[in-house]
C-alpha cells in the first residue's frame, strides 16, 4: 500500500502544473491595462512592464516573463525588424503552454508576413483562429477573422473572404465596437466590387458609413475612417458611371485629409482623382491644382511604397506634361525609392528566415529532447507498475501460503480437541456404566439381606461400603471429566446464549451434555433429573434452535 501511495505521489507530482486557464485570464487583464496607452503614453506601458519584470524576478514564475515579455512588444510596436525576433522568443520560451500567446504571437507574425509572405500570414492566422476558437473565450476571434478575410480577398478569393467578413461582423459587440462593425460593412462592399457587383457593394458601404455618421460626436478614428469609406464608395459609382458623386467623394475625403493632415489619405485621394479626371472625365486642368497641392504631402510619406507610387504617379503626370527636367527629377526619386524599398525587403526577408529558420530548429531539437524524456519517464513507469504487481504476486503467495498452514495447523488442533472430547465421552460413558452395575450389586447385596437371616451384618455393611465407594469414586471421576473442559464449556455457553438469547441457564448447561451426545439416561444419573424431563427439555432446545425434529443435536452444537 506503501508502494503505491509513493507512486501515485511520483506521477502527481510529475503531471501538476499550473492551470493555463488562469494564466490565458492574467495575460489577457494585462492587454486590457496596456489598451488605454496603445500609441498614446509609451512611459505608462514601460511601467507596466518593469512591474511584471520584478513579479518575475522576486516569485520566478514563467507567467509573469510572459507577461513582462508580452508588454516589451508593445513598447517596440512601431520598430518591425525588431518585433519579429522577439515574437518568436516569446513563442518559445511559452512553449505551447498558454493559448494567449500563441494566438497574440501568430496574430502579430500575421500582420508582419502579410505583405511579404502571404501563404506564411495566413497559415499563422489560422494558428491563431484555431487556438482562440478551443479557448472559448474570443480573446481576439473578430479581429482575427477579419485578418483572414483580408488576407483571402486580396488573393482574389471574395467568396470566402465574405464569409470570414461577415463571422467577423456577428462576432463583433455592436455596444462596444461599432468602428470594427462598420470596418466589416466596408469589408463585404469591397467583396462585393471584386464580385462585379457594385450596387451591392454600395448598399454594404453606405451602411457602415451612416451607421458611423448617425453617432453624435464620432471619434477621430471614426471621422478618418468615414472618409477612408467615401473614397471607396467613390470608386463603386465610377464603376457605375455616376462622375459626379465620384468626384464629389473624393473631394471630400481629400478636403478631409489635408485639414487633419492626414498626407497618406491625401495622396491616395489625390491620385483617384487625377486618374478620374485624365482618363475618364478629360478635365487636366483640375489635375495642375491637385499636383500643386501636394507639396506639402511628398516630405510627410514615410512608407517607401506609398512613396513609390507617389513618384510613379508624379513621373506620369510630367511624362504627359513633356516636362524633361522635372521627370527626370521625379524619375531618380522613384528609381532611389525603389532601392530603398529592396533593400529593406532584403534586409527584412533574410532577418525572417533566418529567425523563423532558427526558431524550428530549436523547437525540432526541444521536441527530441521532450520525446526522448517521455520515453524515460514511460519507462520508468512501466518498471514501477512491473515491480509493483511483482510485489503484490510476491505478497498474495505468501499470504495464501501462511493461510493454508494457519487452516492446516487449526485443522490439526480441532481434530485433536475432538479426540479429546472423545476419549472424555468414552471415559464418561464407561464410568456411568460401572456406577450402574454397581448400583445394582448394591441393590442385589441389599435383597440378599433382607431375604437372608443368617449373614454376618458385619461383613454386609463392609461390603455395602466398598460398593457406595466406587460409587462415589465413579461420581467424582465423572465429574472430574466434565470439569476438565468448564472453561470451555463457559466460552461455548455464552457464544449459545449470544446467538439464541431465548435460552435459559438450564437449557445451556443441558445443552454441554448434548454437545456431548450423552443419552437422556446418562445425563438424568449426572444431573438427578428424570429420563423423561431430560426428553423434554431436549425437544424444547431443539426447538429454541430452529432444528427439525430429525436433525442431530450433538451435531449442530458442535459447530459452536
Known amino acids: 500500500m506503501r508502494i503505491f501511495l509513493y507512486y501515485f505521489l511520483f506521477i502527481f507530482m510529475l503531471s501538476s502544473c499550473s492551470s493555463p486557464e488562469q494564466g490565458n485570464e492574467y495575460l489577457h487583464s494585462i492587454d486590457r491595462e496596456i489598451s488605454p496607452f496603445r500609441g498614446k503614453n509609451k512611459g505608462e506601458i514601460e511601467k507596466i512592464y518593469i512591474r511584471e519584470l520584478r513579479k518575475y524576478k522576486q516569485t520566478g514564475k514563467k507567467i509573469f516573463l510572459l507577461s513582462s515579455k508580452y508588454v516589451n512588444l508593445v513598447i517596440h510596436v512601431n520598430e518591425r525588424l525588431k518585433q519579429i525576433p522577439m515574437v518568436y522568443e516569446l513563442l518559445r520560451l511559452n512553449d505551447n503552454q498558454y493559448d494567449y500567446i500563441i494566438i497574440a504571437c501568430n496574430y502579430n507574425l500575421a500582420n508582419q508576413f502579410e505583405k511579404s509572405s502571404p501563404e506564411w500570414a495566413l497559415k499563422c492566422i489560422d494558428t491563431a483562429i484555431e487556438s482562440d476558437e478551443k479557448t472559448g473565450k474570443r480573446y481576439y476571434l473578430p479581429h482575427l477573422y477579419h485578418f483572414k478575410g483580408r488576407i483571402l480577398y486580396n488573393n482574389n478569393d471574395s467568396k470566402n473572404a465574405l464569409t470570414y467578413f461577415n463571422k467577423a461582423l456577428q462576432t463583433y459587440d455592436p455596444q462596444k465596437e461599432t468602428l470594427y462593425i462598420a470596418s466589416m460593412y466596408n469589408n463585404i462592399g469591397m467583396c462585393y466590387d471584386q464580385m462585379k457587383k457594385p450596387d451591392m457593394a454600395i448598399s454594404e458601404t453606405l451602411k457602415g458609413i451612416r451607421l458611423l455618421e448617425q453617432k453624435k460626436q464620432p471619434s477621430e478614428a471614426e471621422n478618418v475612417f468615414i472618409n477612408y469609406m467615401k473614397g471607396g464608395l467613390s470608386q463603386y459609382f465610377l464603376e457605375i458611371k455616376d462622375y459626379k458623386k465620384t468626384e464629389e467623394l473624393l473631394l471630400a475625403k481629400l478636403n478631409f485629409s489635408l485639414y487633419h493632415h492626414n498626407?497618406?489619405?491625401?495622396?491616395?485621394?489625390?491620385?483617384e482623382l487625377i486618374t478620374l479626371y485624365r482618363d475618364v472625365t478629360h478635365e487636366t486642368d483640375k489635375i495642375n491644382s491637385i499636383i500643386h497641392s501636394l507639396n506639402m504631402v511628398e516630405p510627410n510619406l514615410k512608407d517607401p511604397e506609398d512613396r513609390i507610387a507617389f513618384y510613379e504617379m508624379i513621373q506620369e503626370y510630367y511624362s504627359d506634361k513633356n516636362d524633361i527636367q522635372k521627370f527626370k527629377s521625379a524619375s531618380q526619386k522613384l528609381v532611389a525609392a525603389n532601392k530603398e524599398y529592396n533593400k529593406l525587403a532584403k534586409k527584412e526577408l533574410k532577418i525572417n528566415f533566418d529567425i523563423a529558420d532558427n526558431y524550428i530548429i530549436?523547437?525540432?531539437?526541444?521536441?527530441?529532447r521532450e520525446q526522448r524524456k517521455k520515453n524515460l519517464l514511460l519507462t520508468i513507469s512501466i518498471f514501477l507498475i512491473f515491480f509493483i504487481f511483482?510485489?503484490?504476486?510476491?505478497?498474495l503467495i505468501r499470504t495464501k501460503k501462511k493461510k493454508e498452514e494457519l487452516i492446516t495447523k487449526e485443522?490439526?488442533?480441532?481434530?485433536?480437541?475432538?479426540?479429546?472430547?472423545?476419549?472424555?465421552?468414552?471415559?464418561?460413558?464407561?464410568?456411568?456404566?460401572?456406577?450402574?452395575?454397581?448400583?445394582?450389586?448394591?441393590?442385589e447385596n441389599l435383597k440378599k439381606i433382607k431375604r437372608s437371616k443368617n449373614i454376618e451384618p458385619e461383613d454386609i455393611v463392609k461390603d455395602l461400603q466398598f460398593k457406595v465407594n466406587n460409587l462415589i469414586l465413579i461420581d467424582r471421576k465423572s465429574n472430574d471429566l466434565i470439569n476438565e473442559s468448564s472453561q470451555e464449556n463457559k466460552i461455548f455457553m455464552k457464544k449459545l446464549s449470544k446467538i439464541f438469547?431465548?435460552?435459559?441457564?438450564?437449557?445451556?448447561?443441558?445443552?454441554?451434555y448434548f454437545k456431548l451426545n450423552l443419552a437422556a439416561k446418562e445425563i438424568s444419573l449426572i444431573e438427578n433429573f428424570t429420563v423423561g424431563s431430560i426428553r423434554v427439555y431436549k425437544a424444547k432446545v431443539k426447538a429454541k434452535l430452529g432444528l427439525e425434529k430429525e436433525n442431530n443435536l450433538s451435531e449442530f452444537l458442535n459447530k459452536f
Open 263 to 271: 498626407y497618406r489619405m491625401a495622396f491616395y485621394a489625390s491620385k
Open 362 to 368: 530549436k523547437n525540432a531539437n526541444k521536441e527530441n
Open 390 to 395: 511483482l510485489i503484490i504476486i510476491i505478497n
Open 411 to 443: 485443522k490439526r488442533i480441532f481434530e485433536q480437541d475432538l479426540e479429546l472430547q472423545r476419549e472424555k465421552i468414552r471415559n464418561l460413558h464407561l464410568n456411568l456404566n460401572l456406577k450402574t452395575e454397581t448400583e445394582r450389586a448394591f441393590l
Open 501 to 512: 438469547p431465548t435460552l435459559s441457564a438450564q437449557e445451556l448447561k443441558l445443552c454441554v
